[in-house]
């Protein structure tokens, strides 16, 4: 048998089982063939017996734990019983999980319904009988409580289809990419329309690292079921230990940066490596070290870029008033106008006029074809990849999903769990890709993204434009010791899987239909200025842990505080699990890669507090200051017990003091903004020439005097200023003047002035 037939093997035993759960009758040609010995092998490893059942899923979140940590309070949670589904209209609900294990009754209904609506061709289409475990098993446990029955199953399958020539064989193994410069690529790039040219660098990125896996599987004839994550620049795969395994590796690395270095001008690299490790450890904490040394590898290499290629790096240059004037690049005289229907457009290269033009066709698209052919009918875009003479390799967007195209290839459809849709005959292969895709349509063309310009004008207050950088906090520490004795295969592919779908599908939901999506219960209600809908939005980039994200800046801001409560709660509430982010404002005009390196900046800033924080308006505060969360582990032991003899304040934080302000009177007096803007200034620059001082003199505890009790004077006068069903609301003045407020001052201050500037 190959590598795919024993992968389908696995696929299908997978279905009688959901089948046997749902009490499904599956069609007369659907039967099992004589069991592989390296099926057999795989299943021994993940512990998939014959009686093994099927039940609710408890949340892998949970299982997360850094050895250093202290916090272990949250209760235990479960997975809703929902299938993946998405319709032309809307993305996927969030499924937010339980405090109680759910009820399957009715979900084994739903998936009794649609097994039993199989048709018996059905039964060697290895796309679509995966399809459905993603679909309807990515919600249900099997084998162990925390593990998906498509984790375990996937898993199985690989290790499976990695064995097939040596079911007996003692060692796999697993090979590790990643594609580095990606944001040297995106982000640093000049020129009119650029909102555009950045959604369709990121789309294209996105093909290239779905190339990468193509040319993998096919060197290696394994199938899609092989690859164990896929997302962000980053891949993995199980693979036979063999030197074909080794050659693979070297000549599809060899073959991308040459045509990297050729193309993106030594911007972008491939780090690729394999590490062979004892199969026993795919189902131990073992696989932690192996996951590791492998990374290790691929991080040596992207250290030494280029190093075989040193000499064809040290080719002339063309003149400063020959470079492109979107990426910079110095390398090609082929520049011509960006946008050919604009005479005073600036000249660009091959690759950006060709992003440009792209950025133009990607609202809505439905389906990708991979294929050897040129010219498809149909198609709204091509992307052609080029590697060296006669290996030509294109990609074709369509609009529909459906496509009557003989010898299709590869079909790539987005965010679609449709069953229809991988029965389609004319598809070779087909398989989902999640795309974090999200844009509102321009004001003058419904099939066109919405255009900067645009989302300033749209922006309440002043006419701004917001970009946002959030990632998940200590990422690499998650997936190296996060899991801790719980650690192995099937549960990193699972957290890899449930990452992914937040930010590539999720946040879609999230911004498209916020008061659907938005996470509220009792002990953890959803914090917001307003309750408006985050529509005016860019998603530039949302991948497999970070996003980038522009939009009217009201909307920005806002939709930050969402996502970090929505990733919050879809994560359980773990501790060891949050995120940081960054928020830039500017002008239409200011320079989008200066606007993007600002927000990274303030990004970086959040990570320095200690993470879990979000840097805005010239500040930096954990997200619960932001929300107005008076948690104790906000405020640190030592400013706690200097402010011991202060009762904490009702109200808290920033929001809470921006929302009172905002909604009882937006005509407030601008003199108090004014005041308070200015008593945190004052505050900061004493502040600031105490800490000067500080190398010389010591001037202990005068800094926190300042910082806590420079205000009241200032303050009592700002507060004069307030209208009168302000002032008379004796909960908001005493807060106000609370200690405990005084380093959020310039934070409200900055957020009222924008919001009512016009």
């Known amino acids: 048998m190959t590598s795919q037939e024993v992968a389908l093997q696995v696929i299908q035993q997978a279905i009688c089982v959901l089948a046997g759960w749902a009490e499904a009758t599956l069609p007369d040609g659907c039967q099992l063939s004589k069991e592989h010995p390296a099926v057999t ?25 850094f050895p250093d940590s202290k916090h272990r309070d949250f209760k235990p949670r479960y997975c809703p019983a929902n299938a993946l589904e998405a319709s032309d209209d809307c993305y996927p609900s969030i499924p937010y999980p ?7 009754e009715a979900y084994k209904t739903i998936v009794k319904q649609e097994l039993e609506n199989l048709r018996e061709q059905d039964w060697q289409n290895l796309s679509l009988l995966t399809l459905i475990l993603e679909k309807y098993g990515s919600c249900l446990s099997f084998c162990e409580g925390d593990i998906a029955l498509i984790d375990i199953v996937r898993s199985t399958a690989a290790v499976a289809s990695a064995l097939v020539n040596n079911p007996e064989a003692q060692a796999i193994s697993l ?20 909102l555009k040219s950045l959604r369709a660098r990121s789309f294209y990125l996105e093909l290239v690292a779905e190339e990468i896996v193509q040319q ?61 490790f004892p199969v026993v450890n ?51 005289e082929d520049l011509k106008q960006l946008n050919k229907h604009e005479d005073d457009s600036v000249i660009a290269c091959l690759t950006c006029r060709a992003m440009f033009e792209l950025g133009g066709k990607l609202l809505g698209v439905k389906a990708i074809i991979r294929s050897s052919l040129e010219q498809i009918e149909g198609k709204v875009y091509t992307i052609h990849f080029r590697f060296g003479r006669g290996n030509n390799i294109y990609y074709h967007i369509f609009p529909k999903w459906k496509q009557i195209i003989k010898d299709a290839g590869t079909a790539l459809l987005v965010n679609d769990w449709e069953i229809e849709h991988y029965q389609f005959c004319h598809f070779d292969k087909a398989t989902p890709l999640l795309l974090g895709n999200y844009a509102a349509k ?48 099937p549960r990193l592919a699972g957290l890899s899987r449930q990452m992914s779908y937040f930010f590539k599908v999720y946040l879609n939901s999230l911004a498209d239909n916020r008061n659907t999506n938005l996470f509220t ?61 960054g928020i830039s404002i500017n002008d239409i005009k200011f320079p989008l890669y200066q606007s993007a390196d600002e927000s990274g900046e303030s990004e970086k800033v959040a990570k ?26 906000v405020i640190n032991a030592e400013i706690q017990n200097y402010l011991s003899i202060e009762q904490k304040p009702s109200l808290f934080g920033v929001l809470p003091f921006v929302k009172k302000l905002y909604t009882v009177d937006k005509n407030y007096s601008r003199s108090f903004v004014r005041n308070l803007l200015a008593t945190a200034q004052i505050q900061n620059q004493m502040i600031k020439e105490i800490e000067d001082k500080r190398k010389k003199l010591q001037y202990e505890g005068q800094d926190r005097d300042i910082r806590y009790y420079l205000h009241l004077p200032k303050i009592a006068y700002t507060l004069a200023r307030l209208p009168k069903k302000v002032l008379d609301d004796d909960e908001f003045r005493k807060s106000l003047k609370s200690p405990y407020n005084a380093p959020y001052f310039q934070a409200i201050a900055i957020w009222i002035e924008l919001l009512t500037r016009k």
């Open 41 to 65: 092998k795989g299943k021994e490893l993940l512990s998939w017996h014959d009686n093994t059942q099927i039940s609710y899923l408890e949340l892998l979140f949970d299982a997360v734990k």
């Open 442 to 489: 321009s004001i003058d063309d419904d099939n066109q993204t919405i255009r900067g310009e645009e989302l300033a004008e749209l922006a309440e207050g002043i006419k701004r434009i917001g970009y946002l950088r959030m990632d998940v906090d200590n990422l690499g520490k998650i997936f190296a010791k996060g899991l801790g004795n719980k650690h192995s295969l």
């Open 98 to 104: 339980l405090t109680e294990p759910p009820d399957l």
């Open 216 to 276: 993998l599987l096919e060197e290696l004839n394994l199938p899609r079921t092989s690859v164990i994550y896929s997302g962000g620049g980053n891949l993995y795969l199980l693979a036979p230990v063999t030197e074909d395994t080794e050659k693979a590796v070297e000549t599809v690395k060899s073959t991308f940066n040459q045509w990297l270095k050729d193309e993106f001008q030594c911007k972008i690299f491939l780090g690729l490596a394999s590490e062979s």
């Open 175 to 194: 090979i590790a990419g990643d594609l580095s410069g990606i944001q040297n690529f995106i982000y640093t790039i000049s020129s009119d329309g650029a």
């Open 608 to 633: 320095g507090n200690g993470r879990d924080s979000l840097g805005l308006f010239g500040e930096v505060f954990k997200w619960d200051e932001w929300l107005g969360r008076n948690e104790t582990e």
């Open 282 to 332: 795919v189902s131990n904490k073992s696989f932690a070290g192996n996951w590791d040394n492998v990374i290790k590898k691929v991080n040596k290499q992207k250290s030494q870029k280029f190093v075989d290629q040193i000499d064809n790096l040290l080719t002339p240059k063309v003149s400063y008033e020959q470079r492109c004037r979107v990426c910079h690049r110095d390398d090609t």
């Open 521 to 581: 219960e009792a002990q953890h209600n959803a914090e917001s200025l307003t309750e408006s809908s985050r529509e005016n939005l860019v998603f530039i980039y949302a991948g497999g842990d970070d996003l980038f994200v522009s939009g009217a800046w009201n909307e920005i801001v806002e939709f930050a505080f969402d996502v970090y409560q929505s990733f919050r709660a879809y994560t359980g509430y773990n501790r060891d699990i949050t995120l940081s982010g």
